[in-house]
């Protein structure tokens, strides 16, 4: 590999972080979609030119882009962006259609709404895009009210896979303090219709049809938010991460605790160990070693920041359970940002490269596996998402 992109979402803006293969020096470039909320850019795996974005505006509505040049250029697949009669870019967020009832026309079903009542599901923002590893024209989205849509034209069009939200327990979910997104999509890379979605806050759902149907995957979680801390569903799972050479092997980031299953979600144990907090966001796994994993912990629900004011990254060569805490190069004191779930990323390289971005605009890289940290950007606009390419 010649070296690597890293793909920055922020509060206003999209960012690209370009370095040969031995990361140490960055050109930066951006903001593209300057004032716009970008939640989340991904790459594709089979052709490192075409790169997706979900651009957003709680004014103007969501805007899918992308680029086949490697993020030079963008243009909206599904037809173009629309101007309000004022001249604003109006959104495209109505091609986001849920699927309905032929019968009645509404929704298939409806969701539970924060103070128990039912709620009809409504289209907000795309959270998640995750490229098929092969083709890359098939992209999925995970979407806010939480539902998945898959295009298969390189995003010009895009249909739900409805058979997630027709799941019985659909009308039981809930949203979490953040609303009802669909936050992760992990696509087997030795199962070609076998798919992982989390939902904050219903929990995390399998498939092995390519999307027909699903099972909840959450035995073993244990929230005692909930009026049963076991339930099947209703779980707030932060973010799940997989090795794609084992990858019935998940780790989960929970609203609290850190957990692991070995059988591909039919049973989950906590691995939290000495974590000085188990609340956090984001989670990740060594590109090399399926034992080895990251988080960041932010002391609590309520506290939005790291234990003590000290920035650190925690590392586990086990699996979980004993972790070491991953200082130099990050501020120790006086720092009270989040790393958001979404904002956090591991490269193929060897060594593995791990990256991070803060809600202080500060995206940090590591290119020896967590051991020394560097800045690589800083006072950009609140980080959303980070995501890498390996470029030929």
């Given at each position: 590999?010649?070296?690597?992109?890293?793909?920055?979402?922020?509060?206003?803006?999209a960012?690209?972080?370009?370095?040969?293969?031995?990361?140490?020096?960055?050109?930066?470039?951006?903001?593209?979609?300057a004032?716009?909320e970008?939640?989340?850019l991904?790459?594709?795996?089979?052709?490192?030119?075409?790169?997706?974005?979900?651009?957003?505006?709680?004014?103007f509505?969501?805007?899918?882009?992308?680029s086949?040049?490697?993020?030079?250029?963008?243009?909206p697949p599904?037809g173009?962006?629309?101007?309000?009669?004022?001249?604003?870019?109006?959104g495209?967020s109505?091609?986001?259609?849920?699927?309905?009832?032929?019968?009645?026309?509404?929704?298939?079903t409806?969701?539970?709404w924060?103070?128990?009542?039912q709620?009809?599901?409504?289209f907000?923002?795309?959270?998640?895009?995750?490229?098929?590893?092969?083709?890359?024209?098939?992209?999925y989205?995970?979407?806010?009210?939480?539902?998945?849509?898959r295009?298969?034209?390189?995003?010009?069009?895009?249909?739900?896979?409805?058979g997630?939200?027709?799941?019985?327990?659909?009308?039981?979910?809930?949203?979490?303090?953040?609303?009802?997104?669909?936050?992760?999509?992990?696509?087997?890379?030795?199962?070609?219709?076998?798919?992982?979605?989390?939902?904050?806050?219903?929990?995390?759902?399998?498939?092995?049809?390519?999307?027909q149907?699903?099972?909840?995957?959450?035995?073993?979680?244990?929230?005692?938010?909930?009026?049963?801390?076991n339930?099947?569903?209703?779980?707030?799972?932060?973010?799940i991460?997989?090795?794609?050479?084992?990858?019935?092997?998940?780790?989960?980031?929970?609203?609290?605790?850190?957990?692991r299953?070995?059988?591909a979600?039919?049973?989950?144990r906590?691995?939290?160990?000495?974590?000085?907090?188990?609340f956090?966001?984001?989670?990740?796994?060594?590109?090399?070693?399926?034992e080895?994993?990251?988080?960041?912990?932010?002391?609590?629900?309520?506290?939005?920041y790291?234990p003590?004011?000290?920035?650190?990254?925690?590392?586990?060569?086990t699996?979980?359970g004993?972790?070491?805490?991953?200082?130099?190069?990050?501020?120790?004191?006086?720092?009270?940002?989040?790393?958001?779930?979404?904002?956090?990323?591991?490269?193929?390289?060897?060594?593995?490269?791990?990256?991070?971005?803060?809600?202080?605009?500060?995206?940090?890289?590591?290119?020896?596996?967590?051991?020394?940290?560097?800045?690589?950007?800083?006072?950009?606009?609140?980080?959303?998402?980070?995501?890498?390419?390996?470029?030929?």
């Open positions: 590999m010649s070296g690597v992109r890293v793909l920055v979402g922020t509060r206003k803006g960012f690209t972080l370009t370095a040969d293969g031995t990361r140490d020096r960055w050109e930066v470039s951006g903001p593209h979609f004032g716009w970008i939640y989340h991904k790459g594709c795996a089979s052709d490192p030119n075409r790169i997706y974005a979900s651009q957003s505006s709680g004014w509505g969501q805007v899918l882009q992308r086949d040049d490697g993020g030079k250029t963008w243009t599904g173009g962006v629309t101007k309000s009669p004022e001249g604003f870019p109006m495209e109505n091609r986001f259609v849920y699927d309905t009832s032929p019968e009645t026309g509404k929704p298939l409806t969701h539970m924060y103070d128990g009542t709620h009809p599901w409504e907000k923002r795309v959270w998640h895009l995750e490229p098929s590893l092969h083709d890359p024209d098939t992209v989205a995970g979407v806010e009210d939480a539902a998945l849509f295009s298969t034209d390189g995003g010009h069009t895009w249909h739900e896979l409805s997630l939200r027709g799941h019985e327990s659909g009308p039981s979910w809930q949203p979490g303090a953040g609303g009802m997104g669909l936050h992760t999509i992990l696509l087997d890379p030795t199962r070609p219709n076998r798919i992982f979605v989390a939902i904050s806050a219903a929990g995390v759902f399998r498939t092995d049809d390519g999307g149907t699903w099972t909840p995957a959450n035995r073993g979680l244990n929230s005692q938010f909930m009026p049963d801390p339930a099947e569903v209703g779980h707030c799972v932060h973010r991460a997989l090795h794609p050479s084992r990858p019935d092997t998940l780790y989960m980031q929970k609203h609290w605790d850190v957990m299953t070995d059988d979600g039919g049973n989950w906590e691995v939290s160990g000495n974590l000085p907090s188990d956090g966001f984001p989670i990740d796994v060594h590109a090399h070693e399926p080895t994993v990251y988080v960041v912990p932010i002391k609590s629900d309520s506290e939005h790291p003590e004011g000290k920035l650190r990254v925690y590392r586990s060569k699996g979980g004993e972790w070491e805490p991953l200082t130099e190069g990050l501020p120790q004191r006086d720092c009270y940002v989040n790393v958001l779930r979404d904002a956090m990323c591991v490269d193929a390289l060897d060594p593995c490269g791990v990256y991070f971005g803060t809600t202080g605009g500060q995206v940090y890289g590591s290119r020896d596996g967590g051991d020394h940290w560097t800045p690589i950007v800083r006072d950009l606009p609140p980080v959303l998402s980070v995501e890498v390419q390996e470029l030929p």
